[in-house]
């Protein structure tokens, strides 16, 4: 058992870790060829439609085209882990360096991707050619970076229609009976419009991946679709892009709350027999996205970007699942009604002052509201809904410096972000860049971040109970991050990096468990008065040869709590209307690895066969447990201990692969968990739910049709 005060080794390691690669990183000017560095390159107009800026210091990511998705090419190159994508819950797990979405925002292009529906449709649903490449920016450096970008930000840059085929089909099958199929038409139709459409459907039966008799990811049966337009005038001076996402999807045969009365049951029998609900969920989800951008005479350009999502889901939940009930108590009924609107939008003008300046300023917006009708409460009481939202707007300023010929360049500026409800704050971010010889380049950053709560309801699943957050008192969160990278790249075939950043956090947001009655969980957000992230990470490229290419990477985090061990929570017990306070002890950040790794080989055996093979380690973590009832014992009390548990350290590996046969025909395959590896604790109601793979090994495969202009 795991206390939340029992993290030595892990602060060791990584201060260590810090120390180590601060002595290393100082010493890269005397090793590198001491000669000036080559000229930075003129950025181009892509999908961010920005003007020049300075040594881009975003690192540019490749997505593998032999995965079978855009999820697949992305793991583990530039550091970046997809550990969960739960589309049941609207939630995805992405990391950088150990730190998740809620600090490492992703955007599509200029568009940000809320929610987990909206990054599973582009990391999953999407053809792997749909998106040219991501770009990874580390720390908050910039101004021009979202207001929440403590960790950096992911930007995938989707592939224009024109370097598309114009018609593409996939079809593909695999383990769990699950078939897929997307179709795809894309290319210009007239000399100044360019267009593409896109479909897709899915089906797949539920999975028990520990074979306990009790299913642990729930089958779908998905539909979605998707177009675009991109036109620009004759003299290319101005450009517009429009946009629309439809995603149709039933989650069946899902775990859904713990059956308390089975659980009685067998209590009562003297045996302690976990049993679940099923659940299942319906949604949609549609997105609209407009774009502008003119390019002025100067130099100068002007963008706007706006975007516009709903989201409606009905979950249905049983009462029980056990055979002995009633069949009344048996079916399926509403227990959740979900209504989400999502609004956004930024206004960016950037300017070139002669070879050395240029400026980037603007304002964006961020409105979400979420409403949850929970029709599984009170018998006596009429249910309500009950809503959460963030209304914030920001502005911002910013200067790049780049003198011609010098080894040294800036970001400098600051944002401004206020919320209606969650307060505001004045973020300085500035970056320093120094080149000491060729193929070096040393970033220091130093930027301050704010974050309001998300809603509380924009993550909903298995049955269990949620406070808003304006009934808790959450605040809005702001933290302070200084941060070092030292990158090594001598030619286009080797690239090296390490990074090293701590953030310390002021009211740091955390979900957590309430309260647990009968296995029946209370959720809530929390702040942390203080609390200190610190993250050293390594991120390295080898092509020896052009058949070859090798990535790993391998980062630690120590995330720890810096003020008062007793950190207080509000919510509303399940027995009272009245809201109460609790403290629990808190020294490590939970739900958090201490370390990840991964490492992955392209090789490309023969110009008919491609090969690729991935291996990703996630470290050990802190999450919450609740307390044991030994059989006959059945109680109504809070069953939350004070004590975390820590659950064991994995490795997923994943191999897949693709034969060209002709030119435009293609078979792809491969095998997901090789090694078969599920969440040893599915089946045990006294931990956290969901935090490694619920399934196991998968095999695909599939056709990729295409053909060309």
């Known amino acids: ?118 990054v599973s449709y582009v990391l999953n ?19 021009v970076k979202p207001a929440q970008a403590a960790g950096g930000v992911i930007t995938f840059v989707p592939a224009t229609p024109k370097e598309l085929p114009w018609l593409t089909f996939e079809p593909e099958i695999g ?30 039966d539920p999975v028990d991946g520990d074979g306990d008799g009790q299913v642990d990811a729930a089958g779908v049966d998905r539909f979605v679709g998707g177009a675009s337009l991109q036109a620009r005038t004759k003299d290319r001076a101005h450009r517009f892009d429009i946009g629309a996402s439809y995603i149709d999807e039933t989650d069946f045969g899902g775990r859904g709350a713990f059956d308390v009365s089975a659980f ?14 099923r659940e299942d969920a319906e949604f949609t989800r549609n997105q609209y996205q407009a ?69 980037s300023a603007g304002v964006d917006s961020n409105y979400q509201y979420v409403s949850a009708l929970d029709l599984g409460g009170s018998q006596f009481e009429e249910p309500k809904p009950v809503a ?22 800036a970001h400098f500026g600051a944002r401004y972000d206020s919320d209606a409800t969650y307060g505001s704050a004045f973020e300085p971010r500035a970056t320093l860049f120094f080149y000491p010889a060729r193929g070096w380049t040393l970033r220091v950053l130093a930027g301050r971040t704010f974050r309001p709560p998300v809603p509380i309801f924009s993550e909903v699943c298995c049955g269990q109970r949620y406070f808003p957050n304006f009934e808790t008192g959450v605040t809005g969160e702001t933290a302070w991050t200084y941060g070092f990278e030292g990158i090594y790249q001598p030619n286009p075939d080797f690239k090296i990096s390490l990074y090293l950043a701590q953030t310390d956090f002021d009211d740091y947001i955390l979900r957590l468990a309430a309260q647990s009655q009968v296995y029946i969980q209370a959720y809530t957000n929390a702040n942390i008065p203080s609390a200190r992230s610190q993250v050293a990470e390594i991120v390295a490229r080898w092509t020896p040869i052009p058949a070859l290419t090798f990535d790993a990477s391998y980062g630690i985090l120590n995330f720890e709590n810096t003020g008062d061990e007793l950190v207080t929570i509000r919510y509303n017990p399940f027995s009272s209307t009245e809201l109460v306070e609790k403290q629990i002890p808190i020294d490590t950040i ?26 990703m380690y996630t470290g050990s973590q802190l999450i919450q447990q609740f307390e044991y009832l030994e059989p006959p014992r059945v109680t109504a009390r ?48 006294t931990r956290d739910y969901n935090w490694g793979p619920l399934t196991g090994r998968a095999y695909w495969a599939g056709v990729r049709i295409a053909l060309p202009r």
């Not at 699950?178 to 797949?204: F, I, N, Y």
């Not at 002007?302 to 975007?307: C, E, G, P, R, Y």
């Not at 939350?640 to 002709?662: I, Q």
């Not at 435009?664 to 491969?670: I, K, S």
């Open 175 to 204: 383990s769990f009976n699950r078939w897929a199929a997307t179709l795809r038409a894309a290319g210009p139709l007239a000399s100044w419009l360019d267009g593409m459409v896109t479909l897709g459907r899915e089906e797949a």
């Open 1 to 118: 058992m795991k206390s939340f005060c029992s993290r030595p080794r892990a602060r060791q390691r990584a201060r260590g870790f810090f120390l180590l690669g601060l002595l290393a990183c100082s010493l890269l000017p005397v090793f590198g060829q001491q000669a000036p560095p080559a000229p930075p390159a003129e950025p181009s107009a892509d999908a961010t439609a920005q003007a020049p800026t300075p040594p881009d210091d975003q690192g540019t990511v490749e997505v593998d085209q032999t995965a079978g998705s855009v999820v697949g090419g992305l793991q583990g190159q530039g550091g970046v882990r997809v550990q969960t994508m739960c589309t049941h819950c609207n939630s995805a797990n992405v990391q950088v360096g150990g730190l998740s979405q809620d600090l490492v925002p992703l955007f599509f292009g200029p568009n940000p991707l809320i929610g987990g529906l909206a």
């Open 291 to 359: 774009g502008w951008s003119w390019l002025g005479d100067d130099g100068g350009r002007v963008s706007l970007n706006v975007l516009r999502a709903a989201r409606d889901q009905t979950v249905f939940s049983q009462n029980t699942a056990s055979p002995d009930e009633p069949a009344s108590r048996r079916k399926l009924e509403p227990r959740y009604v979900i209504e989400e609107t999502d609004w956004w939008g930024k206004l960016q003008w950037d300017r070139p002052w002669g070879l050395d300046w240029s400026t």
């Open 638 to 685: 809070d069953l939350l201990l004070d004590d975390l548990r820590e659950v064991p350290a994995f490795w997923l590996l994943n191999f897949s692969f693709a034969a060209p046969f002709s030119p435009g025909f293609e078979v792809v395959g491969g095998i997901d968990n090789i090694n078969d590896y599920v969440q040893e604790d599915l089946g045990d109601p």
């Open 388 to 409: 959460d939202w963030v209304k914030m707007w920001g502005g911002f300023a910013q200067a790049n410096w780049t003198p011609s010929g010098s080894r040294w360049g």
């Open 125 to 143: 649903m999407l053809p792997p050619d749909s998106v040219a490449e991501a770009r990874v920016t580390r720390g908050p450096g910039e101004a």
């Open 590 to 615: 939970p739900y958090k690895p201490e370390d990840t790794a991964s490492f992955g080989v392209n090789w490309s055996v023969a110009p008919q066969l491609s090969l690729l093979l991935q291996a």
């Open 264 to 277: 009685i049951k067998t209590q009562r029998e003297g045996k302690f027999v976990p049993a679940w609900t």
